[in-house]
Protein backbone atom coordinates (compact mmCIF):
# COMPACT_ATOMS: atom_id res chain seq x y z
CA UNK A 1 0.00 0.00 0.00
CA UNK A 2 1.21 3.41 -1.44
CA UNK A 3 1.63 5.66 1.54
CA UNK A 4 -1.11 8.10 -0.23
CA UNK A 5 -3.67 5.36 0.18
CA UNK A 6 -3.23 4.79 3.85
CA UNK A 7 -6.61 6.81 5.35
CA UNK A 8 -6.06 9.28 7.62
CA UNK A 9 -7.86 8.37 11.08
CA UNK A 10 -8.19 12.59 11.33
CA UNK A 11 -11.19 11.25 8.46
CA UNK A 12 -12.69 8.00 10.03
CA UNK A 13 -15.95 8.26 9.34
CA UNK A 14 -17.03 6.10 12.39
CA UNK A 15 -15.50 8.37 14.90
CA UNK A 16 -17.05 11.68 16.50
CA UNK A 17 -16.14 15.03 14.97
CA UNK A 18 -16.10 16.06 18.66
CA UNK A 19 -13.44 15.47 20.77
CA UNK A 20 -15.82 14.45 24.19
CA UNK A 21 -18.20 12.55 21.90
CA UNK A 22 -14.88 10.77 20.43
CA UNK A 23 -13.10 10.20 24.30
CA UNK A 24 -16.27 8.73 25.49
CA UNK A 25 -16.22 6.53 22.67
CA UNK A 26 -13.10 5.17 23.46
CA UNK A 27 -13.99 5.01 27.05
CA UNK A 28 -17.03 3.00 25.91
CA UNK A 29 -14.98 0.26 23.91
CA UNK A 30 -12.14 0.14 26.44
CA UNK A 31 -14.69 -0.72 29.06
CA UNK A 32 -16.54 -3.56 27.15
CA UNK A 33 -13.37 -4.83 25.85
CA UNK A 34 -12.13 -5.03 29.33
CA UNK A 35 -15.21 -6.22 30.95
CA UNK A 36 -15.54 -8.92 28.34
CA UNK A 37 -11.73 -9.90 28.22
CA UNK A 38 -11.24 -10.08 32.26
CA UNK A 39 -14.42 -10.44 34.37
CA UNK A 40 -13.18 -8.47 37.21
CA UNK A 41 -13.16 -5.14 38.30
CA UNK A 42 -9.43 -3.88 38.77
CA UNK A 43 -10.26 -0.79 36.67
CA UNK A 44 -6.44 0.44 37.33
CA UNK A 45 -4.94 -2.02 34.96
CA UNK A 46 -6.99 -0.71 32.00
CA UNK A 47 -6.77 3.42 33.24
CA UNK A 48 -2.74 2.02 33.20
CA UNK A 49 -2.82 0.49 29.59
CA UNK A 50 -4.73 4.06 28.51
CA UNK A 51 -2.42 5.81 30.18
CA UNK A 52 0.70 4.16 28.48
CA UNK A 53 -0.58 4.69 25.10
CA UNK A 54 -2.01 8.34 25.98
CA UNK A 55 2.18 8.88 26.77
CA UNK A 56 3.43 7.02 24.21
CA UNK A 57 2.80 10.04 21.49
CA UNK A 58 4.18 7.81 18.19
CA UNK A 59 5.12 9.69 15.22
CA UNK A 60 2.58 9.25 12.96
CA UNK A 61 -0.77 8.91 15.27
CA UNK A 62 -3.16 8.98 12.33
CA UNK A 63 -1.95 6.58 9.78
CA UNK A 64 -3.05 3.25 9.46
CA UNK A 65 0.24 1.66 9.68
CA UNK A 66 0.77 3.24 13.03
CA UNK A 67 -2.44 1.50 14.13
CA UNK A 68 -1.62 -2.14 11.99
CA UNK A 69 1.98 -2.05 13.94
CA UNK A 70 -0.05 -1.58 17.68
CA UNK A 71 -2.37 -4.38 16.99
CA UNK A 72 0.68 -6.26 15.61
CA UNK A 73 2.75 -6.99 18.63
CA UNK A 74 2.27 -9.47 20.88
CA UNK A 75 0.71 -9.19 24.35
CA UNK A 76 4.15 -9.58 26.23
CA UNK A 77 5.71 -7.14 23.73
CA UNK A 78 2.95 -4.66 24.83
CA UNK A 79 3.36 -5.16 28.45
CA UNK A 80 7.40 -4.09 27.46
CA UNK A 81 6.25 -1.33 26.25
CA UNK A 82 4.03 -0.38 29.32
CA UNK A 83 6.82 -1.01 31.96
CA UNK A 84 9.37 1.20 30.03
CA UNK A 85 6.81 3.45 29.44
CA UNK A 86 6.36 4.47 33.13
CA UNK A 87 10.16 3.73 33.86
CA UNK A 88 10.62 7.41 31.08
CA UNK A 89 7.66 8.84 33.22
CA UNK A 90 9.38 8.54 36.68
CA UNK A 91 12.74 8.78 35.52
CA UNK A 92 12.02 12.44 34.19
CA UNK A 93 9.28 12.82 37.33
CA UNK A 94 10.07 10.81 40.08
CA UNK A 95 8.40 13.24 42.04
CA UNK A 96 5.18 11.63 40.07
CA UNK A 97 6.16 8.12 41.79
CA UNK A 98 3.91 8.19 44.45
CA UNK A 99 0.90 9.50 42.76
CA UNK A 100 1.43 6.86 39.67
CA UNK A 101 2.56 4.04 41.76
CA UNK A 102 -1.29 2.64 41.66
CA UNK A 103 -1.45 2.53 37.72
CA UNK A 104 2.58 0.68 37.53
CA UNK A 105 2.63 -1.38 40.63
CA UNK A 106 0.55 -4.13 38.74
CA UNK A 107 2.98 -4.41 36.41
CA UNK A 108 5.93 -5.15 37.89
CA UNK A 109 3.78 -7.66 40.23
CA UNK A 110 4.10 -11.22 37.73
CA UNK A 111 0.89 -10.55 36.11
CA UNK A 112 -0.96 -13.19 35.10
CA UNK A 113 -0.66 -14.25 31.38
CA UNK A 114 -4.96 -13.90 31.28
CA UNK A 115 -4.27 -9.96 32.52
CA UNK A 116 -1.42 -9.47 30.13
CA UNK A 117 -3.75 -10.58 27.10
CA UNK A 118 -7.01 -8.40 27.77
CA UNK A 119 -4.59 -5.57 28.46
CA UNK A 120 -3.60 -6.26 25.09
CA UNK A 121 -6.80 -6.60 23.92
CA UNK A 122 -7.79 -3.03 25.32
CA UNK A 123 -4.94 -1.23 24.08
CA UNK A 124 -6.02 -2.83 20.20
CA UNK A 125 -9.60 -1.41 21.18
CA UNK A 126 -8.19 1.82 22.27
CA UNK A 127 -6.19 2.14 19.25
CA UNK A 128 -8.63 0.85 16.98
CA UNK A 129 -11.05 3.43 18.29
CA UNK A 130 -8.59 6.65 17.54
CA UNK A 131 -6.98 7.33 20.78
CA UNK A 132 -3.75 7.57 19.14
CA UNK A 133 -5.07 10.20 17.01
CA UNK A 134 -6.55 12.58 20.07
CA UNK A 135 -4.19 12.01 22.52
CA UNK A 136 -1.39 13.70 20.04
CA UNK A 137 0.49 16.73 21.09
CA UNK A 138 -1.79 19.51 21.99
CA UNK A 139 -5.17 18.01 20.66
CA UNK A 140 -5.29 16.70 23.80
CA UNK A 141 -5.43 19.95 25.35
CA UNK A 142 -9.10 20.03 24.45
CA UNK A 143 -9.80 16.76 26.33
CA UNK A 144 -9.68 14.15 28.99
CA UNK A 145 -9.34 11.22 28.23
CA UNK A 146 -9.02 9.42 31.41
CA UNK A 147 -11.72 10.69 33.00
CA UNK A 148 -14.50 9.00 31.16
CA UNK A 149 -13.06 5.86 31.00
CA UNK A 150 -12.77 6.01 34.85
CA UNK A 151 -16.28 6.84 35.67
CA UNK A 152 -17.62 4.35 33.26
CA UNK A 153 -15.04 1.57 34.95
CA UNK A 154 -16.20 2.45 38.31
CA UNK A 155 -19.67 0.74 39.51
CA UNK A 156 -22.11 2.77 39.79
CA UNK A 157 -22.60 2.80 43.79
CA UNK A 158 -18.37 3.56 44.29
CA UNK A 159 -19.19 6.38 41.91
CA UNK A 160 -21.83 7.67 43.48
CA UNK A 161 -21.06 6.74 47.17
CA UNK A 162 -17.48 9.23 46.34
CA UNK A 163 -19.82 11.84 44.74
CA UNK A 164 -17.72 10.93 41.48
CA UNK A 165 -20.01 13.05 38.76
CA UNK A 166 -17.30 14.92 37.28
CA UNK A 167 -18.30 18.89 36.11
CA UNK A 168 -18.47 18.69 32.28
CA UNK A 169 -15.97 20.36 30.35
CA UNK A 170 -18.41 23.76 28.98
CA UNK A 171 -18.89 24.11 33.05
CA UNK A 172 -15.61 23.61 33.83
CA UNK A 173 -14.37 25.66 30.63
CA UNK A 174 -16.80 28.54 31.56
CA UNK A 175 -15.48 28.99 35.45
CA UNK A 176 -11.97 29.16 34.45
CA UNK A 177 -12.71 31.70 31.63
CA UNK A 178 -14.43 34.00 34.51
CA UNK A 179 -11.49 33.38 37.06
CA UNK A 180 -7.96 32.77 35.01
CA UNK A 181 -4.86 32.02 37.22
CA UNK A 182 -2.12 34.38 36.39
CA UNK A 183 1.38 33.15 35.78
CA UNK A 184 3.46 32.18 38.64
CA UNK A 185 0.33 32.20 40.95
CA UNK A 186 -1.13 29.11 42.25
CA UNK A 187 -4.15 27.15 42.03
CA UNK A 188 -5.44 24.62 44.44
CA UNK A 189 -8.61 22.07 43.77
CA UNK A 190 -9.07 19.84 46.81
CA UNK A 191 -11.62 17.57 45.28
CA UNK A 192 -9.97 17.53 42.16
CA UNK A 193 -11.14 13.92 40.00
CA UNK A 194 -9.12 13.31 37.17
CA UNK A 195 -8.40 16.95 36.63
CA UNK A 196 -11.21 18.33 34.47
CA UNK A 197 -10.97 22.11 36.44
CA UNK A 198 -7.16 22.22 36.00
CA UNK A 199 -7.39 21.33 32.01
CA UNK A 200 -9.90 24.27 31.90
CA UNK A 201 -7.65 26.38 33.80
CA UNK A 202 -4.46 25.89 31.92
CA UNK A 203 -6.13 26.45 28.58
CA UNK A 204 -7.96 29.69 29.33
CA UNK A 205 -4.91 30.75 30.33
CA UNK A 206 -3.20 29.73 26.96
CA UNK A 207 -6.22 31.24 24.87
CA UNK A 208 -4.86 34.63 26.91
CA UNK A 209 -1.14 34.02 25.71
CA UNK A 210 0.02 32.96 29.72
CA UNK A 211 2.00 30.05 30.28
CA UNK A 212 0.52 27.30 32.60
CA UNK A 213 3.78 25.63 33.26
CA UNK A 214 4.29 29.00 35.40
CA UNK A 215 1.81 27.88 37.96
CA UNK A 216 1.93 25.73 41.42
CA UNK A 217 -0.82 23.50 40.86
CA UNK A 218 -2.23 22.08 44.26
CA UNK A 219 -4.92 19.38 43.97
CA UNK A 220 -5.93 16.47 45.42
CA UNK A 221 -8.90 13.57 45.98
CA UNK A 222 -9.82 10.81 47.90
CA UNK A 223 -9.66 8.57 45.26
CA UNK A 224 -5.92 7.27 44.62
CA UNK A 225 -6.66 6.09 40.86
CA UNK A 226 -7.87 9.42 40.22
CA UNK A 227 -4.89 11.35 41.28
CA UNK A 228 -3.11 8.64 39.11
CA UNK A 229 -4.96 9.92 36.47
CA UNK A 230 -4.42 13.22 37.49
CA UNK A 231 -0.59 12.96 37.54
CA UNK A 232 -0.70 11.30 34.10
CA UNK A 233 -2.84 14.29 32.97
CA UNK A 234 -0.48 17.06 34.05
CA UNK A 235 2.23 15.83 31.44
CA UNK A 236 -0.13 15.52 28.85
CA UNK A 237 -1.46 19.05 29.56
CA UNK A 238 1.69 20.39 30.01
CA UNK A 239 0.95 21.58 33.60
CA UNK A 240 4.95 22.07 34.20
CA UNK A 241 7.37 20.76 36.72
CA UNK A 242 5.68 22.70 39.87
CA UNK A 243 2.60 20.07 40.92
CA UNK A 244 1.75 18.83 44.36
CA UNK A 245 -1.04 16.51 44.13
CA UNK A 246 -1.92 14.38 47.17
CA UNK A 247 -4.49 11.55 48.41
CA UNK A 248 -6.48 11.87 51.25
CA UNK A 249 -9.73 13.24 52.75
CA UNK A 250 -9.10 16.58 52.00
CA UNK A 251 -11.89 17.96 54.26
CA UNK A 252 -10.18 16.31 57.44
CA UNK A 253 -6.57 15.68 57.04
CA UNK A 254 -3.63 17.79 55.93
CA UNK A 255 -2.79 16.03 52.75
CA UNK A 256 -0.38 19.14 51.27
CA UNK A 257 1.83 18.50 53.41
CA UNK A 258 1.58 14.82 52.86
CA UNK A 259 2.08 15.52 49.24
CA UNK A 260 4.93 17.70 49.47
CA UNK A 261 6.66 15.27 52.05
CA UNK A 262 6.36 12.37 49.47
CA UNK A 263 7.31 14.57 46.61
CA UNK A 264 10.33 16.23 48.18
CA UNK A 265 11.30 12.32 49.41
CA UNK A 266 10.66 10.57 46.56
CA UNK A 267 12.72 13.19 44.39
CA UNK A 268 16.08 12.79 46.97
CA UNK A 269 15.70 8.87 46.65
CA UNK A 270 15.79 9.07 42.67
CA UNK A 271 18.89 11.43 42.65
CA UNK A 272 20.22 9.01 45.23
CA UNK A 273 19.74 6.15 43.00
CA UNK A 274 21.59 7.73 39.97
CA UNK A 275 24.36 9.05 42.24
CA UNK A 276 24.84 5.45 43.60
CA UNK A 277 24.19 4.11 39.73
CA UNK A 278 27.20 6.60 38.70
CA UNK A 279 29.62 5.77 41.49
CA UNK A 280 29.09 1.45 40.90
CA UNK A 281 29.70 2.23 37.31
CA UNK A 282 32.84 4.54 38.16
CA UNK A 283 33.92 1.65 40.76
CA UNK A 284 33.49 -1.03 38.23
CA UNK A 285 35.08 0.44 35.21
CA UNK A 286 37.11 -1.76 33.68
C1 LIG B 1 -18.08 15.98 41.82
S1 LIG B 1 -16.47 15.28 41.60
C2 LIG B 1 -15.62 16.70 41.00
C3 LIG B 1 -14.31 16.37 40.40
C4 LIG B 1 -13.60 17.52 39.70
N1 LIG B 1 -13.37 18.62 40.60
C5 LIG B 1 -14.38 17.98 38.50
O1 LIG B 1 -14.73 19.14 38.47
O2 LIG B 1 -14.62 17.20 37.59
C6 LIG B 1 -16.03 15.15 43.25
C7 LIG B 1 -14.66 14.52 43.53
O3 LIG B 1 -14.44 14.71 44.91
C8 LIG B 1 -13.82 13.56 45.43
N2 LIG B 1 -14.12 13.54 46.86
C9 LIG B 1 -15.31 13.30 47.47
N3 LIG B 1 -15.18 13.44 48.81
C10 LIG B 1 -13.88 13.78 49.03
C11 LIG B 1 -13.12 14.07 50.21
N4 LIG B 1 -13.67 14.04 51.41
N5 LIG B 1 -11.81 14.39 50.06
C12 LIG B 1 -11.25 14.43 48.84
N6 LIG B 1 -11.92 14.18 47.70
C13 LIG B 1 -13.22 13.87 47.80
C14 LIG B 1 -14.39 12.40 44.65
O4 LIG B 1 -13.53 11.28 44.67
C15 LIG B 1 -14.55 13.03 43.27
O5 LIG B 1 -13.42 12.77 42.46
New binding site residues.
Given amino acids: MKNEDIPSAKHHAAWPRDARQHALRIAEAVERTWSHAYASDHAHIPVSTVAVLCLLQPPEPDSLSTRELFNSVSSAEFAHTCRATWRAVITAQPDLIPNLYPMLAWLWNNPENTVVDAVKAVADTAVNTGLLTLSHGDRNHQVDLL ?1 PLLALLRSDSARTG ?6 PACV ?1 EFMAALVTPEENSSFC ?5 TG ?2 LRAAAEAMRHNGKDPRTVTWVA ?4 EL ?1 VACLAVNSLLWNLGPNTIFGV ?4 TEDWVTRAVRQRNECTTIAQDIIQAQIALAALTYP
Fill in positions: GRGQIYTAEPAAGEMGDIDAGNTL
